[in-house]
């Protein structure tokens, strides 16, 4: 009796076993795709459509939630708006010489440097509490930024490599 029962649970387990490795091999294969490769252009010109478009809608209203925070009036409140226009025109560029190169992969400066600024807003967004609409439109644009990362395969927002 007893041997049937662990030859039924050493079943189980084989079974198990190949599912996983199944399930393994399965995640794997979308890492890669998610990392760019044998994205085109167009796929990746999507992404970095939303990414514009979710950091032109975080800025309209960053600077009332600013205005609503206990940082109203301080350096750091204008320091703040500053780097929230730094990421709009970042994306504008990045958008512009994104249309303007052959291959997507040529763009990897401007991604980065969107990240970096991006890792700047959001130490701050972490910090203080800025309102649920706001808080939700940095959450839409970390998550975008954290996609273009993935596809250029650089380090996401909030990295340590970005100071």
């Keep these: ?30 890492r890669r795709e998610v990392r760019g490769r044998g994205l085109t252009k167009a796929q990746v010109k999507v992404i970095v459509n939303r990414v514009e478009d979710r950091v032109d809608n975080f ?10 925070s206990r940082l109203d009036g301080s350096s750091r409140e204008d320091w703040l708006n ?5 990421l709009e025109s970042a994306t504008d560029e990045l958008s512009r010489e994104f249309d303007r190169r052959d291959a997507w992969a040529e763009n990897r400066e401007e991604v980065r440097r969107c990240l970096n600024i991006a890792t700047d807003i959001d130490r701050n ?5 800025f309102g649920s609409v706001t808080e939700s439109n940095w959450g839409r644009v970390r998550f975008e930024l954290n996609s273009l990362a993935d596809v250029y395969n650089i380090p996401r927002v909030g990295a340590a490599v970005y100071k």
């Design 1 to 30: 009796m007893n041997q049937k029962i662990l030859k039924s649970l050493i079943g189980i387990a084989a079974v198990l076993m190949i599912f996983t490795m199944f399930d393994t091999t399965a995640n794997a294969q979308r």
């Design 82 to 86: 500053k780097r929230a226009k730094d």
């Design 125 to 129: 967004m972490r910090n203080y509490r």
């Design 59 to 68: 800025v309209k209203n960053y600077d009332s939630s600013l205005d609503r």
